[in-house]
């Protein structure tokens, strides 16, 4: 990928940018903090990093931040892992998310969407009301501040109702999608023990309805420190024995009442894809996520009341937790449950259009198999409200940019393109969208304010234009405040902190442009190193999936016992599709071609299917460890997989190639 070329694919126009949140808020920083008034966001960027305290400070006047007892000062202890974020103060998330019920009681703080896309609203009195109900009722059942309440939980509003009333009473949240089996929720769930379980007797996806009431006696079965289970009938099954209902829970018209906690309290508990060894159980605090997500969605999204948030995502990846988030700024979200795709590929675009969002946010994947299908979203749907799209979960590879941008450029549209990236680590960006910055085929557009993001070699050197390791050389308020039973802080280290002593490595290989972009190539971990040269699995993807027959593909570099190094490249086919010698040809040629002859694999495998883990992303270094020769239970954990019968094909391959 060329970072040569400097010709924009959109830049916003003055309009856009006079009206744009984080314009008023460097002029007011400007004035308040001595922020720089000129040089727009680089000039911002620059000191949001250089006078980190201050930066952060201004974003908690900015937003109105409500404090119950003041801080002693904003940072405490800069060393990573452990920086102490606001020590002394005390705040309630919760209470920030349901602010907005104070002046605008009767307007949508949520719209509910299922697969007949019809939007169902649910108002902020009604969130408060429901949320200050079933906190009453979690007080009642004995939940204290600390004790952990999950969800096995479909995109519902109940889930949302479900976290909110966690927080308010200083709880600590977690939760798995429906669509987990039993064996992945309780790797996760057992290792925080839960004393609340909410749950669903089923869900409905791709017009079929899908019973989980087994899986749920199960979870009771194995979750001995659960004292009670909350039962929402989606389908309209009576509670199980023992079971409380949820409608009991929910029906008063009670005040919340909001534990002010500290500002390090445990907000919620998320898990890593952890595709070997148990999820590692990642703890953010109430006021770190409240902070970085009011600059990440108030500044960096532009958004705030009048807005419609809308990401595709479910309860089992942080995106859920990001779009929940939406409320802190007084935007409505949309919640959908149900697949992607029904009861055709353009089923997103359609709920955007009935939802009137404003952002709309969704896979990378989602867009090129839009792109694939002949999709016309501009032209098919009303997106007249759609000012941004955003993507995640992968990068957008160039022609996805391309595709998007034309197809919105056809109806006379201004279309903001945003593909961002962050993690699960820190439930918000590293880089990714500015309103007030143009946007270049295939990039994320900058750094986020507050994130000392650098592009490192192996010795610590930093790099421009040259692809290195995505390094973070200053603290963030979401980091982790500890992983669950990790009480020597060990496994923490190890994840982030081994190879650069007090630097934050987040394990992707990352370009730094020198106009200030960022590219994003892939996982380091699994990093492709051809004849010394270091390359990412994104590039390749990026190429062979614009090819009509090939529906998904997995790359994989493996050294071999004898020095060797062998790249296979496994393709799933689109139906009907044939890996002739046709097909061989082309394949490698598009790589050559558009990438280097060092790209070219070694083989060409047709496969069954591509594993993924159970957020969606392609198992890169199972795979290869498989290859390998390592055993399956040792390679993988099996819960973490999309589709475990579609590593038997790689474990025989091993096999035959030893």
């Known amino acids: ?69 003041p801080y002693a000062r904003v940072l405490d202890d800069r060393a990573m892992p452990g920086a102490r974020w606001f020590p002394g103060a005390t705040l309630n998330y919760a209470e920030h998310a349901l602010r907005a019920a104070a002046d605008r009681a009767g307007e949508p703080a949520l719209l509910c969407v299922d697969e007949t896309h019809e ?118 099954t009576a509670a199980p024995e023992g079971a409380l209902d949820w409608s009991a829970l929910t029906a008063g018209d009670t005040e919340p009442v909001y534990e002010q906690v500290p500002f390090d309290h445990p907000l919620w508990v998320l898990y890593s894809s952890g595709t070997t060894g148990l999820p590692k159980a990642i703890v953010q605090s109430q006021g770190g996520i409240l902070v970085e997500h009011l600059k990440q969605l108030g500044l960096h999204c532009d958004l705030g009341p009048g807005d419609r948030f ?21 935007t409505t979200i949309v919640l959908y449950d149900g697949s992607p795709g029904h009861p055709d590929t353009g089923a997103q675009w359609r709920i955007a259009e009935r939802t009137g969002a404003t952002l709309y946010g969704t896979s990378a994947a989602y867009v090129m198999a839009c792109r694939k299908a002949g999709v016309h979203p501009a032209r098919d749907y009303d997106l007249s409200t759609v000012d941004c799209v955003a993507t995640t979960g992968s990068p957008l590879p160039p022609d996805g940019f391309r595709w998007l941008h034309d197809e919105f450029a056809e109806s006379g549209a ?39 993001l650098h592009s490192w070699d192996p010795s610590g050197r930093p790099l421009v234009d040259e692809v290195g390791e995505l390094v973070v050389t200053q603290p963030m308020p979401s ?19 081994d190879t650069y002593p007090g630097v934050w490595r987040h394990g992707d290989w990352i370009t730094l442009t020198s106009r ?74 598009a790589i050559r071609e558009q990438l280097s002859p060092r790209h070219v694999p070694d083989e060409i495998i047709e496969v069954p299917g591509i594993p993924h883990t159970l957020t969606g992303k392609r198992i890169e270094v199972p795979v290869k460890r498989l290859l390998q020769g390592t055993p399956l239970e040792k390679a993988v954990n099996p819960g973490s997989i999309d589709n475990l019968a579609l590593l038997a094909f790689y474990e025989e391959l091993a096999r035959k190639r030893a």
């Open 1 to 69: 990928m060329s970072t040569a070329n400097p010709q924009p694919l959109w830049q916003p126009d003055p309009e856009r940018i006079a009206k744009a949140r984080i314009t008023r808020f460097q002029a007011w920083a400007a004035e308040h903090h001595g922020a720089p008034a000129e040089g727009g966001y680089p000039a911002l960027h620059r000191w949001s990093v250089d006078q980190l305290d201050t930066f952060w400070k201004a974003v908690t006047e900015w937003f109105d931040v409500r404090f119950s007892t």
């Open 310 to 330: 809308f990401w595709y995502t479910s309860t089992g990846w942080m995106m859920w937790n990001f779009l929940v988030s939406g409320l802190l700024t007084g």
């Open 414 to 452: 201004d279309l903001w393109i945003a593909s961002v990236s962050g993690g699960t680590d820190v439930c918000s960006c590293f880089a990714g969208a500015v309103p007030t910055l143009p946007v270049y085929t295939g990039e994320l557009q900058a750094p986020a304010l507050g994130t000392d």
């Open 479 to 497: 980091m982790p405040i500890h992983f669950w039973n990790d009480p020597d802080g060990s496994r923490y280290h190890h994840s982030y902190f």
């Open 119 to 236: 939007p169902r609203p649910v108002t902020w009195s009604e969130l408060r009301r429901q949320v200050g109900s079933l906190a009453a009722g979690l007080r009642a059942l004995g939940v204290r501040p600390g004790d952990r309440v999950s969800g096995y939980l479909p995109n519902i509003p109940q889930a949302v109702v479900a976290l909110l009333a966690t927080a308010a009473v200083g709880a600590v949240w977690t939760s798995c999608a429906p669509d987990f089996g039993a064996r992945s929720v309780l790797d996760r769930f057992q290792q925080v023990e839960p004393v609340v379980l909410f749950t669903v007797d089923g869900y409905r996806y791709g017009g079929k309805e899908h019973d989980r009431r087994e899986i749920v006696a199960e979870l009771r079965r194995e979750l001995p420190t659960l004292r009670a289970v909350v039962h929402i009938p989606l389908l309209g």
């Open 516 to 589: 200030g972009s960022v590219i994003i190539h892939g996982r380091s971990d699994s990093t492709l190193n051809r004849q010394g040269v270091r390359m990412g699995s994104a590039d390749i993807y990026e190429v062979v999936e614009r090819l009509p027959e090939i529906r998904e593909s997995l790359v994989i570099g493996v050294e071999q016992p004898d020095g060797g190094y062998w790249m296979p490249l496994f393709v799933h086919l689109a139906p009907d599709a044939v890996l002739d010698e046709n097909l061989l040809n082309r394949v490698k040629q």
